[in-house]
């Protein structure tokens, strides 16, 4: 779990201030691989239509993949567990870098 949540959000950096909507992120890999595949696909699992949902979770798990490998890196580079010795300039920039591939080294 990354920082003790379960989920975090975040407001758009373009949006106004009275922007109620969220992107919400579920960092447990358990319940982000249940609501992406299973919760989603509810009702073709409950039609016994598993290789329909199996086409679908083949489909996009590499891409599932490599969003919690993200994930994974940025909670030890956080933890400082691995990349101890690079200074990060704002360790909050390597928080919020998925997607965007801007270097923070010093």
Same mark, same amino acid.
């Given at each position: 779990?990354?920082?003790? %949540?379960?989920?975090?959000?975040? !407001?758009? +950096?373009?949006?106004?201030?009275?922007?109620?909507?969220?992107? %919400?992120? !579920?960092?447990?890999?358990?319940?982000?691989?249940?609501?992406?595949?299973? %919760?989603?696909?509810? !009702?073709?699992?409950?039609?016994?239509?598993?290789?329909?949902?199996?086409?679908? !979770? @083949?489909? =996009?798990?590499?891409?599932?993949?490599?969003?919690?490998?993200? +994930?994974?890196?940025?909670?030890?580079?956080?933890? @400082?567990?691995?990349?101890? =010795?690079?200074?990060? @300039?704002?360790?909050?920039?390597?928080?919020?870098?998925?997607? =965007?591939?801007?270097?923070?080294?010093?």
């Amino acid at each position: 779990m990354l920082h003790g %949540y379960t989920f975090s959000y975040q !407001i758009p +950096v373009t949006a106004a201030l009275k922007f109620k909507r969220r992107l %919400y992120f !579920i960092h447990e890999p358990f319940f982000n691989f249940w609501f992406r595949f299973i %919760y989603s696909n509810r !009702i073709d699992l409950e039609a016994n239509r598993q290789n329909e949902v199996l086409t679908v !979770i @083949k489909k =996009d798990f590499s891409a599932y993949c490599g969003l919690m490998f993200e +994930v994974l890196v940025t909670e030890l580079i956080m933890r @400082k567990q691995i990349l101890r =010795d690079h200074p990060f @300039k704002d360790r909050a920039m390597v928080a919020q870098g998925q997607g =965007d591939r801007r270097c923070c080294l010093e």
